[in-house]
């Protein structure tokens, strides 16, 4: 069963910010269930698109998140909740890094997407899978991951590492998606791999060959 999901972001003082401009800023919000309550010892990460920022939390025992940071470029906020919750992860793209700003997540359940990346047979440690949702046209190609509405994109996919076997899991929300593996670790390997899977139920991909 996956719950009804909504996720919004609003800016805070942006007037005050102009008109006094400062060295740092926040972004910060909550992560709520169905029932609007908060959901605590959630990591979540922000990262600059295009620059070096990189700052991880968990959120405290009312949901809340908050990071001080530089005025930046743009900005992606992530959730990875622990498998055990069964919710699924969250990828805010765009953020605005040079404004405090607040977003408030409603989180989904979802499935467990599990699997291993391997080269000649031995696991593969520390590369990275990436899943997003994809949609096709009337004539079946795939529509381009941007464009799609922003609710699908924010509860659609996530990104893991995979672990010393190679081994990954992942909690994703139903539909069609894409999975990649991107590697920037091993010069003689395959640098990315894709493919394309339905998720309806827990579902392991079996070994990704790079």
């Given at each position: 069963?996956?719950?009804?999901?909504?996720?919004?972001?609003w800016p805070?003082?942006?007037?005050?910010?102009?008109?006094?401009p400062?060295?740092?800023?926040?972004?910060s919000?909550?992560?709520?269930?169905?029932k609007?309550e908060?959901?605590?010892?959630?990591?979540?990460?922000?990262?600059?698109?295009?620059g070096p920022?990189?700052?991880?939390?968990?959120?405290?025992?009312?949901?809340?998140?908050?990071?001080?940071?530089?005025?930046?470029?743009?900005?992606?906020l992530?959730?990875?909740?622990?498998?055990k919750?069964?919710?699924?992860?969250?990828v805010v793209?765009?953020?605005?890094?040079?404004?405090?700003?607040?977003?408030?997540?409603?989180?989904h359940?979802?499935?467990?997407?599990?699997?291993?990346?391997?080269?000649?047979?031995?696991g593969v440690?520390g590369?990275v899978?990436?899943?997003?949702?994809?949609?096709?046209?009337?004539?079946?190609s795939?529509i381009?991951?941007?464009?799609?509405?922003?609710?699908?994109?924010i509860h659609?996919?996530?990104?893991?590492t995979t672990?010393?076997?190679g081994?990954?899991?992942?909690?994703?929300?139903?539909?069609?998606?894409?999975?990649?593996?991107?590697n920037n670790?091993?010069?003689?390997?395959?640098?990315?791999?894709?493919?394309?899977?339905?998720?309806r139920e827990?579902?392991?991909?079996?070994?990704?060959?790079?």
């Amino acid at each position: 069963m996956v719950c009804q999901v909504s996720a919004f972001s609003w800016p805070s003082s942006s007037a005050a910010i102009a008109a006094q401009p400062q060295a740092s800023v926040r972004t910060s919000g909550r992560l709520i269930n169905l029932k609007g309550e908060g959901v605590a010892n959630i990591p979540v990460y922000l990262w600059e698109e295009k620059g070096p920022l990189s700052l991880a939390a968990k959120t405290g025992a009312d949901g809340k998140f908050d990071f001080e940071h530089p005025i930046c470029g743009a900005l992606t906020l992530e959730v990875l909740p622990p498998v055990k919750t069964s919710y699924a992860s969250a990828v805010v793209d765009e953020v605005p890094g040079d404004q405090n700003h607040k977003l408030l997540v409603e989180m989904h359940l979802g499935h467990l997407i599990s699997g291993r990346v391997a080269h000649d047979g031995k696991g593969v440690k520390g590369v990275v899978v990436r899943i997003r949702p994809i949609e096709l046209d009337k004539h079946g190609s795939q529509i381009d991951y941007t464009s799609l509405e922003k609710a699908v994109r924010i509860h659609g996919g996530g990104t893991t590492t995979t672990a010393r076997d190679g081994a990954f899991t992942l909690v994703i929300t139903p539909g069609l998606k894409q999975l990649t593996v991107i590697n920037n670790k091993y010069p003689k390997f395959e640098k990315k791999v894709q493919h394309s899977l339905t998720v309806r139920e827990n579902l392991n991909v079996g070994v990704l060959h790079l």
